[in-house]
Each structure stands twice: as structure tokens, then as C-alpha cells.
């Protein structure tokens, strides 16, 4: 009889944390649809939500541009060099575009890059909308008529997923040009034949899958801080660092998910 009853109540509550989960995404859901449909709308993008964007860029590019484009190189001169020589051990020359387009192009460079601008940006912009919610400035612009999707959350997922495009162009350009000089040394090519077999193992539909992927992680990364700082019950100071683990749990997951489906569709 105890045992049936334990069973009843473990079942009972793994129930009911199904579906406070579903209740909690299909609320997760309307929202990004909310943000996404606001996004959508020219009239939206008057001079105040247009400073909110450049001034996210500004802190989400511009700043780090020079320690990223450092770690570009250093990244690309390190993972290249041993990738290259595997290659050559192993007498995989022929596969030389295939593996640096597939590997580098379209999985590696664009998880780095969202993956660097989460770490930095994500937990930046979740504590933010935090503090304004604890500091009730985002019920003061709703007080003033001032819709805080559109004010606040906007320009910061437009942003996101322009600052993520970018730093991949940038990620993967540098890895481009270092992978050159690496194939130089290594095998000899000259820096033509080099593009030449690297351009020629990346296709239309790898690029198209690689900015659509790109957007994808562009909007997440930006929604999931922001909705998880403004939907959470946050009553105190002290617990904003929670709700920015949390937040950054979700996010990291969401990344993990959607490289998993691409990896899934590009397969397919």
C-alpha cells in the first residue's frame, strides 16, 4: 500500500512538472512570437528604438572587436595547424575542402561566435531587464504608454542576430586567410588552388543554411535572457544572479538544440 502510494505521488509530480513545462514554453512561445511580429513592423523603428540598437551593437561588437578578432587568429592558427597536419598524416589531401568547408565554415565558426556573444551578451542583457524589472522601470515606460517589446526588446534582438552575423563573416574570413597560409606550408598549394578547393566544397545550400542558422541563434540568444528577465518572479537584488544562471542554462540549451537540428537537416 506505501509502495502504491509512492508510485501515485511520483507519477502525480512528474505530471505536474510536465505540465507546468508545457504551460511555461507555449507562454515562452507567444512571446517570441510577440517580439518576432513587432520586429516586423517599419513603424516600430523610430529615432529612440534605433539609439537602443546602436548603442547594443556598440557594447556588443565594437567593445570586443579587437580581443575577438585576436582570438580569431589564435583560435584559427591553433585547431588549422593540428587539423592540416591530421591531414596529412592520414593522406586525406583530397578531402582538404570538404573537411576545412564542413568543419570550420559551417559548424565550427558559427558556434564559436554564438557562443562568445552569449557568454558576454546573453547574461548581460538577462541581468539588465532584471534590474529593471526589480527596479520597476519597465512598469514606469508602461505607465507612460511606452511598449517595452518594442522600446527594449526590439532593438536588442535585431542587434544580437546582426552582431552574430558579422563576427561569423569575420570569424570565418580570418580562418580563411590563416588556413591559406597554414596549406601554404603544409602541402605547398599556392593560395589559388588553395580557394579554389576550399569554395569549390562549400556550396549555395551550405550558405544559405549557415545564415539561417546564424539568425536563428541570433534571436535566441537575445529572447532567452530577455524573456527570462522579464517573466521571472524577482522580488530582490539578490535574486538576479539566479535568475541569470538560469537564464544562461536555457540559452545554452537552446544553442545545443538548434545546432543539433541542423546538424540533423543538413544530414537528412
Not at 529615432?47 to 570586443?64: C, E, G, H, K, N
Not at 588549422?80 to 575542402?97: A, F, Q, R, S, T
Not at 512598469?139 to 542576430?161: A, H, T, W
Request: glycine share 8%; net charge positive.
Amino acid at each position: 500500500m506505501a509502495c502504491n502510494n509512492m508510485l501515485k505521488a511520483a507519477i502525480e509530480n512528474i505530471g505536474a512538472v510536465a505540465i507546468r513545462k508545457y504551460q511555461n514554453g507555449k507562454a515562452a512561445a507567444r512571446f517570441a512570437l510577440l517580439c518576432f511580429g513587432e520586429m516586423r513592423r517599419p513603424a516600430n523603428y523610430n529615432s529612440a528604438v534605433r539609439d537602443v540598437l546602436v548603442m547594443q551593437v556598440y557594447f556588443t561588437a565594437w567593445q570586443i572587436l579587437v580581443p575577438f578578432l585576436a582570438f580569431s587568429v589564435i583560435f584559427g592558427s591553433f585547431v588549422l595547424g593540428i587539423i592540416l597536419e591530421k591531414i596529412k598524416e592520414m593522406g586525406l589531401v583530397n578531402y582538404l575542402g570538404d573537411i576545412l568547408a564542413g568543419i570550420i565554415f559551417v559548424e565550427i565558426a558559427p558556434l564559436l561566435t554564438v557562443f562568445l556573444v552569449a557568454q558576454r551578451s546573453g547574461s548581460a542583457i538577462n541581468a539588465e531587464i532584471a534590474v529593471m524589472k526589480v527596479h520597476k522601470e519597465i512598469k514606469s515606460l508602461e505607465y507612460f504608454g511606452i511598449d517595452p517589446v518594442v522600446y527594449l526588446f526590439v532593438p536588442r534582438i535585431i542587434s544580437i542576430m546582426f552582431c552574430i552575423v558579422v563576427f561569423d563573416i569575420l570569424f570565418s574570413i580570418i580562418i580563411f586567410l590563416v588556413g591559406g597560409l597554414f596549406s601554404f606550408g603544409i602541402f605547398g598549394l599556392a593560395y589559388k588552388q588553395y580557394a579554389d578547393i576550399f569554395l569549390g566544397a562549400v556550396s549555395l545550400s551550405d550558405f544559405a543554411m549557415v545564415f539561417g542558422k546564424l539568425l536563428v541563434f541570433g534571436f535566441f540568444v537575445a529572447f532567452i535572457p530577455i524573456y527570462n528577465g522579464y517573466k521571472i518572479t524577482i522580488k530582490k537584488l539578490t535574486d538576479i544572479p539566479i535568475a541569470v544562471l538560469n537564464g544562461m542554462v536555457h540559452l545554452f540549451v537552446a544553442i545545443s538544440t538548434i545546432e543539433t537540428c541542423s546538424l540533423v537537416l543538413r544530414f537528412i
